[in-house]
């Protein structure tokens, strides 16, 4: 039952949902969390109590021949990471770690990658965190449990309500287990480095890269900072043999852009975990930093346009399809620039770091029509009749 602590750790899904059920009858709001290392994410919290998944831990199936893994939500990733790679597998949509940009300590944990669709450079190729997420149990907001999807991907039944809960950020459930498809770990890695591109002659690049038969895992572009031109990073993994080949083919597809090197090993990991993790910013002192999707083509365009109103610092990632941008932190005027760019061009804008005050004020995430905000409002009275489970987190009122 809830005690007189505001903080409650659940040690099983029945625990949960006694937790969950009385808040919602006696009005407590609840902040959702894992292992609390993205809680400066999103729109601050406006919780009377939080219930944390990190005593929820432990891998409950795991099968390598049928390439499938369970676990508990408060799991961390490192542990399920470490299961995998004991028998030659991954995860194949290469989470993101928060941490460095968010400036927090702790373990991440398998809930929060699925709850908030965390992925990394590799979802050009192998989809985001919910493509490889096909099954879950949680408990909604009127303390109920619920298990959706499946084992395998034949077992389709409820998969639109694993998808649904992908993304949600804690505002529909609180997530008791996650379970994921993996792959089997690459043999070998090797990314082709190309210099002195400027930003539009790098999406031309990456976009002839990504729209060969040459399975390209990584590509991304970071613009140099002194003026000698920036690296233009396409990755390709597999088997040696087919990484030989496939690398010759890419450099002959684009050698006229000229200045290619192959980079391997350690330093290579090193380079795709900060284009993962965003690490490219983190030097930039106290600012703000967004996370913008768009179109590809648009993404020169788009950062050309932040440029000629605030001092920013950028990179590419998804062949451009996703840019990473620091900005100095204002209340109103960055926002106004990032979001007056993202109407013209297309796209969603994502306030990832910022203080409190500022994205209690701010649409932390882009703005949704009156259309989506209804449905919007809808799924979340259906799961959270209440409106107890993170409230205006996503979303100010909902």
């Keep these: 039952m809830i005690v007189d602590s505001p903080c409650h750790t659940p040690r099983d899904e029945q625990d949960a949902s006694i937790i969950i059920r009385e808040a919602a009858d006696r009005g407590t709001l609840l902040n959702v969390s894992g292992n609390g290392t993205k809680a400066t994410m999103g729109r601050p919290n406006q919780t009377d109590a939080s219930i944390s998944s990190s005593a929820?831990?432990?891998?409950?199936?795991?099968?390598?021949?049928?390439?499938?893994?369970s676990a508990r939500s408060g799991t961390p990733v490192l542990e399920v990471m470490r299961v995998l790679a004991a028998k030659g597998q991954e995860l194949p949509f290469e989470p993101m770690d928060y941490r460095a940009v968010?400036?927090?300590?702790?373990?991440?944990?398998?809930?929060?990658?699925?709850?908030?669709?965390?992925?990394?450079?590799?979802?050009?190729?192998?989809?985001?965190a919910r493509d490889s997420l096909i099954g879950v149990r949680f408990v909604?907001?009127?303390?109920?449990?619920?298990?959706?999807?499946?084992?395998v991907m034949k077992n389709v039944t409820g998969l639109d309500l694993v998808k649904l809960m992908a993304g949600s950020w804690g505002t529909l459930g609180f997530l008791t287990e996650v379970t994921f498809k993996v792959l089997p770990k690459q043999e070998r890695m090797a990314t082709l480095v190309i210099r002195g591109l400027d930003d539009k002659q790098a999406i031309e690049a990456l976009s002839m890269a990504l729209g060969s038969p040459f399975d390209v895992t990584g590509a991304a572009h970071v613009p140099d900072r002194d003026r000698k031109g920036g690296n233009t990073l396409i990755r390709l993994e597999g088997f040696r043999v087919s990484v030989d080949y496939r690398v010759n083919e890419l450099k002959r597809l684009l050698k006229r852009f000229r200045f290619m090197d192959i980079l391997e090993g350690v330093g290579a990991e090193a380079l795709w975990q900060s284009v993962r993790d965003a690490t490219l910013l983190t030097d930039q002192g106290n600012r703000a930093i967004w996370r913008v999707s768009t179109t590809p083509t648009k993404g020169p365009d788009f950062v050309a346009q932040v440029?000629?109103?605030?001092?920013?610092?950028?990179?590419?990632?998804?062949?451009?399809?996703?840019?990473?941008?620091?900005t100095p932190i204002d209340d109103d005027?960055?926002?106004?620039?990032l979001r007056e760019a993202t109407?013209?061009?297309?796209?969603?804008?994502?306030?990832v770091r910022a203080p409190a005050e500022t994205r209690s004020i701010l649409d932390v995430f882009e703005p949704q029509s009156e259309a989506l905000m209804t449905i919007t409002?809808?799924?979340?009275?259906?799961?959270?009749?209440?409106?107890?489970?993170?409230?205006?987190?996503m979303y100010a009122g909902i």
């Excluded at 440029?307 to 941008?325: K, N, P, T």
């Excluded at 005027?333 to 620039?337: L, T």
């Excluded at 409002?377 to 987190?393: E, H, M, Q, V, Y």
């Design 140 to 151: 909604n907001g009127r303390g109920e449990v619920v298990k959706s999807g499946g084992r």
């Design 102 to 128: 968010l400036g927090t300590k702790g373990e991440p944990t398998i809930g929060a990658v699925a709850a908030m669709n965390i992925s990394g450079p590799r979802r050009i190729m192998a989809g985001a």
């Design 307 to 326: 440029a000629q109103s605030l001092d920013a610092q950028w990179f590419y990632d998804w062949g451009g399809g996703l840019v990473w941008i620091s």
């Design 377 to 393: 409002r809808g799924i979340k009275a259906s799961f959270d009749p209440a409106g107890i489970l993170n409230p205006g987190r």
């Design 343 to 351: 109407r013209t061009f297309g796209g969603h804008a994502t306030l």
């Design 56 to 69: 929820m831990t432990g891998i409950t199936l795991y099968e390598p021949a049928e390439l499938v893994i």
């Design 333 to 337: 005027a960055g926002a106004s620039v």
